[in-house]
């Protein structure tokens, strides 16, 4: 099984010059990183180096980007996700499309390759910071897809259902990455993606109850 990239949406305006300018030095910036950070280390790499390479100031790195963690985590396009939570059909149920839309968004923070996808799960299992601020950055996109599943529901943001299973599923995913390095990348990222999106309990061990 093989990941890619969602289609944009049709209504959604082409970016205009200065917005794929942007794109591009942020591109350069983590393509930077990336080299960098597989060849001598998280720790070794500083924000220096990384200007450096991608041909842009140190003060370009950090407007872009508020910390080195940042670099190397996709970008959360929490309100791409919200749009595409909210275009999900009327009468699908709002656990399905919660599921949908997560899928979604991993599958856009793994197109930059498998080569980026290894090298990110190995800083998660490996770097603390790094795993810190992803687990920030999803609680915060966790708690406004929560509000937006509820509107879709007709429940109250504040639903314990909601909330449990909004980011119980979030929180889930984020062990997706670490299982995956912790077993040398055996396997099929977005395959491991669908077992735990799975609404399946583990399963027992032969000769188990």
């Given at each position: 099984m093989t990941t890619a990239r969602p289609a944009p949406s049709a209504d959604r305006p082409r970016p205009g010059l200065r917005e794929r300018k942007k794109a591009r030095t942020r591109g350069a910036i983590r393509a930077a990183?990336?080299?960098?950070?597989?060849?001598?280390?998280?720790?070794?790499t500083t924000i220096e180096q990384i200007a450096?390479?991608?041909?842009?100031?140190?003060?370009?790195?950090s407007r872009y980007f508020t910390a080195k963690e940042d670099i190397v985590l996709p970008d959360e396009d929490t309100a791409r996700l919200l749009d595409a939570l909210r275009r999900r059909?009327?009468?699908?149920?709002?656990?399905t499309s919660v599921r949908h839309v997560v899928r979604a968004a991993v599958?856009?923070?793994?197109?930059?390759?498998?080569?980026?996808?290894?090298?990110?799960?190995r800083l998660l299992a490996e770097v603390p910071a790094v795993r810190a601020r992803l687990q920030e950055t999803v609680s915060a996109t966790g708690r406004l897809l929560c509000?937006?599943?509820?509107?879709?529901?007709?429940?109250?943001?504040?639903?314990?259902?909601?909330?449990?299973?909004?980011?119980?599923?979030?929180?889930?995913?984020?062990?997706?990455?670490?299982?995956?390095a912790e077993h040398g990348f055996q396997g099929?990222?977005?395959d491991l993606v669908?077992?735990?999106l799975d609404d399946r309990a583990p399963r027992p061990a032969a000769g188990n109850p």
């Open positions: 990183a990336h080299t960098l950070i597989a060849r001598q280390g998280y720790d070794a450096d390479r991608a041909e842009v100031s140190p003060s370009t790195v059909p009327a009468d699908e149920p709002w656990r599958d856009l923070g793994t197109a930059d390759g498998p080569d980026v996808a290894r090298l990110r799960g509000g937006a599943a509820a509107e879709r529901a007709g429940l109250d943001p504040d639903d314990l259902e909601v909330r449990v299973f909004t980011m119980s599923l979030l929180g889930g995913l984020l062990e997706v990455p670490l299982y995956w099929d990222l977005a669908d077992r735990a």
